[in-house]
């Protein structure tokens, strides 16, 4: 009975879609994590906290820049591959379109003020390192598109392996770069990891491309129509970097580069958390977008989304002081940090899935305003604790609002999506009758 269970799991199309998404993540993000170990050490904290600041600043202003196209990717192929793979090539050229124009604008709003950026970090002197990875935003943003164009194909396995080619590629030359070069040689690093992943995710999409047949579309889906869709969700991703920006500016202001290096840090092992179902999140759209009744696919996605979250929590928070020593003397007091930073992941994760099963359904502009409330509630919870409590770290402070508010939020959304399910049971009901 055990090995008849076992086979028909090995065998489920979504645990083998779930299993590459995973793998590729952990060994990916894994080499990832002992590159930023590596540059942690080799910089120091002062000079790491700053080479987070602008690595966390760029890849969020490219998120912000990619429109939400890499869920409307996925949302739109998912639909076509299995309705109409005429208009697949149709959809793909009108993301990438769209991805190029806007990442190719706000790279070179950087470029051009890096300076007035730089000040505002309170940073003048990094406006030539911002000037130098400016790019970062154009390949992040690409990355992000292919992976969500990868993802409506079911493509999980693909993405796997140029998630470890690149964790590889990020591993030695962040290390060797760094070593050699410092602070500057850190970014340069950063940018030939990002350029390499942009590369093979171009080359996978390509090959998948080639096993689909050209075939003429009935109806070709418009470019109006892919932008009404992504709007809302560009606005989320704003929102997203936004938050990163003012938070990382009230933790400077009350806290200096020092306590921003410690969350940094923390932030790395929270990301590494967070990754395994950020991959999952490409899997969920895409099955929640083929699919007709998705109460079963939420129990089933909250449950793997609660264990990868919740068992490395643990071992985390368990091992938090070892993992600290590692990051050297002057990151005193980051076990703490680690503990209350990566709890934030697990209540992320769990409220991801009721995300995406909205966003498939088009609810985006539901969440939204649901997300607007969360990301208010959380800036302005941490700037009253940074101004009024003074006996703790601020990077302690700063973890813990954010942690507070995630909570309540996965609260929120799991009420919702059991209110859907009651107000669609009778609808249910009478569709079998």
């Known amino acids: ?96 379109r769209i991805t190029l124009i806007a990442s190719g604008v706000v790279a070179l709003c950087v470029l051009v003020f890096a300076k007035p950026i730089a000040v505002f970090l309170k940073a003048p002197e990094m406006d030539n390192a911002l000037r130098l990875t400016s790019l970062i935003v154009v390949f992040n943003a690409v990355n992000t598109t292919q992976i969500g164009i990868l993802s409506g194909f079911k493509e999980f396995k693909e993405i796997a392996k140029n998630n470890t080619y690149a964790g590889i590629v990020t591993f030695v030359s962040s290390g060797v770069l760094a070593y050699l070069g410092g602070f500057e040689g850190a970014l340069v690093a950063l940018l030939i990891s990002m350029l390499f992943n942009a590369v093979i995710n171009f080359y996978s999409t390509n090959k998948v491309l080639k096993t689909i047949p ?134 992320s994760s769990m409220s991801s899935v009721v995300v995406y099963e909205f966003v498939a359904q088009g609810k985006n502009w539901q969440m939204f305003f649901l997300r607007l409330g969360r990301d208010s509630s959380a800036i302005l919870l941490s700037w009253w604790c940074l101004a009024n409590v003074k006996t703790i770290q601020a990077s302690m402070l700063s973890s813990s609002s954010g942690s507070f508010v995630a909570f309540l939020f996965m609260i929120v959304l799991l009420y919702l999506s059991n209110r859907f399910d009651n107000n669609n049971l009778p609808k249910m009901i009478a569709s079998y009758k």
């Open 214 to 347: 050209p075939a003429p579309s009935e109806q070709a889906t418009s470019t109006k129509e892919i932008m009404s869709f992504s709007i809302p969700i560009a606005l989320q991703e704003s929102m997203y970097t936004f938050v990163h920006l003012a938070s990382s500016y009230l933790m400077i202001f009350y806290g200096g580069y020092g306590e921003m290096g410690i969350l940094s840090a923390a932030s790395q092992w929270s990301s590494v958390m967070l990754f395994i179902p950020g991959v999952m999140k490409n899997v969920m759209l895409s099955y929640f977008s083929s699919s007709e009744s998705t109460t079963t696919l939420r129990k089933k996605m909250l449950l793997i989304n609660g264990s990868c979250t919740l068992i490395p929590w643990v071992f985390i928070a368990l091992l938090s002081k070892f993992i600290a020593s590692f990051y050297g003397e002057s990151f005193a007091n980051l076990h703490w940090v680690l503990i209350i930073s990566c709890a934030h992941s697990i209540f």
């Open 1 to 96: 009975m055990l090995n008849t269970f076992a086979q028909k799991l090995k065998n489920a199309p979504l645990f083998k879609d779930s299993f590459w998404a995973l793998l590729g993540s952990v060994l990916g993000k894994g080499l990832s994590l002992l590159a930023g170990i590596l540059v942690a050490r080799f910089l120091g904290k002062e000079l790491f906290g700053q080479y987070g600041l602008i690595k966390n600043t760029l890849i969020n202003i490219a998120v912000f820049s990619t429109l939400g196209l890499g869920y409307t990717g996925t949302r739109y192929i998912a639909k076509s591959f299995a309705d109409n793979k005429g208009e697949i090539r149709h959809i793909i050229r009108i993301i990438y």
